[in-house]
């Protein structure tokens, strides 16, 4: 099934244009799914959906089956302005948080409890399996997979990411990748310059993950990788349906901001103690 087009694809096309105009990448040049992925600090399966998005507008374009850079000055279409995927999918994880929803459960019993179409249904659920929330049954079904439990387990985890993360940004040879960086500058600035809307939660979450998990790559070092991978896939239920107010959602975008600031000034020590501010602050 072809994974349904979300703003953050969007981002990541726009990413990806910026990254060729920035560089003066030819026409003809080659795009590597996976070296793009990598630039960009995501994996990649949305890398490939804003792939998509770059060939309808005739920025790449497929010569065999090779995709190559075809037209980066061509513009990219607007975001749309609501998708019903990612409204969905928020109503799912606050009806799992609130524990009105079981451990497994199959499209039918969605379908009833929202009253929505088959098709919605799958796509909110391919879209929670790419959060890590819910997984296939090998038969039947899915299940919702680990979560943060509690309000105890939810300080545990935040007391842990304050040792983890800052630590990663102190690591000899760090790096920062620089496209990573404008990406990610780029999608925040984006999320500031409108009102906040409670059905971008998923996006913002996405955007969220990606950031901390781009900042721990530039570590170099696998095990800070792993552990914040999986500290994203332990929030991801939560944060799929954001809570804690627009004021915040901004406010956690320029504390984003000025940890990019202070890692591009090459000042990492005070990088990593806007971090931690910034997790104090965060909520799970």
Not at 174 to 183: G, H, K, V
Not at 203 to 230: K, P, T
Request: contains cysteine; aromatic residues 4%.
């Amino acid at each position: 099934m072809t994974a349904p087009i979300s703003p953050l694809h969007h981002d990541l096309a726009r990413a990806a244009r910026q990254i060729w105009l920035t560089e003066g990448t030819p026409p003809g040049s080659p795009v590597v799914e996976a070296v793009l992925a990598g630039r960009l600090a995501v994996s990649r399966t949305p890398v490939r959906a804003a792939l998509r998005l770059l060939e309808e507008a005739g920025i790449t374009q497929r010569r065999g089956r090779l995709m190559v850079v075809a037209d980066p000055a061509r513009e990219l279409p607007a975001v749309e302005a609501r998708d019903p995927v990612d409204a969905l999918v928020g109503a799912i994880a606050r009806a799992r948080e609130e524990r009105r929803l079981a451990d497994i459960v199959r499209e039918s019993d969605l379908m009833r409890e929202f009253g929505q179409p088959r098709g919605l249904v799958s796509r909110a659920l391919a879209k929670l399996a790419t959060l890590g929330v819910v997984a296939r049954n090998p038969a039947q079904g899915w299940h919702f997979a680990a979560t943060l439990a509690g309000e105890e387990e939810r300080m545990q985890a935040m007391r842990f990411r304050l040792v983890l993360e800052p630590a990663a940004l102190r690591q000899p040879g760090y790096a920062l990748d620089p496209a990573f960086a404008r990406a990610m500058r780029e999608a925040h600035e984006a999320v500031l310059a409108r009102p906040w809307r409670d059905v971008e939660a998923v996006r913002l979450f996405e955007m969220n993950a990606a950031f901390h998990l781009g900042l721990a790559q530039g570590s170099g070092n696998r095990f800070f990788i792993d552990a914040v991978e999986a500290q994203n896939r332990l929030r991801a239920l939560v944060n799929a349906d954001w809570r804690f107010g627009d004021n915040r959602a901004h406010d956690s975008c320029r504390e984003h901001l000025a940890v990019l600031n202070a890692l591009e000034a090459g000042d990492n020590e005070r990088a990593a103690m806007l971090l931690e501010d910034h997790l104090r602050c965060a909520g799970p």
